[in-house]
């Protein structure tokens, strides 16, 4: 086996890449050579092992993993096992979801009301953030760290719920200052 993949092309990844497309796109870094795009969708490298070439659409790894599953089954395995990487794909089963879902704060839960208030002011207002953020798997893993008991807000929760909350609460607060000053 061996890891001396030269690659002159760059792996697109997004901000929200997991371990397993990480761990697909190194099949293609530690087993593939002369990897380069080819045609304007597609990418292409020689297997370091067999010398075979492999093609796949740009971006995927589909083809690439199917050859060393299939052609190099004892090195692909023997690299995972040093990888130490938990490919447990399948589908989580309803317990798990039930038991993730009980673990989150309610919504009147105080620390649930603070991060709240504190991404709609300091974020969404003060920042000009816009709403979308809260969609973004980059803010969905930041808050998991943060606190991992928040339940995150949807677009459409802050547009049709706590905006306009924040709105009338706004306007009573300038209603009643202006009544107090006359």
Known sequence: MSNSASS???FGCSSSTNNITELKQSVVKNFF??????KPNSWYGKCS?????VADTYGTTSNFVRHMKTKHES???EWLAKKNINLDTKQRNIDDMIKQKTNKYSSINPRQVKLTESII???IIECGVPLSLVEQNGFKNFMEIVDPMYSLLSRRQLTYDKLPKLYDKMIMKLKLNTDLST
Do not use: H, M, N
Request: proline share 0%; hydrophobic share 25%.
């Open 121 to 123: 002011k300091d974020l």
């Open 8 to 10: 002159s092309t760059t």
């Open 75 to 77: 090195e692909y395995e």
């Open 49 to 53: 092992i067999c010398s075979q070439g």
């Open 33 to 38: 050579i002369d990897v380069q795009a080819r």
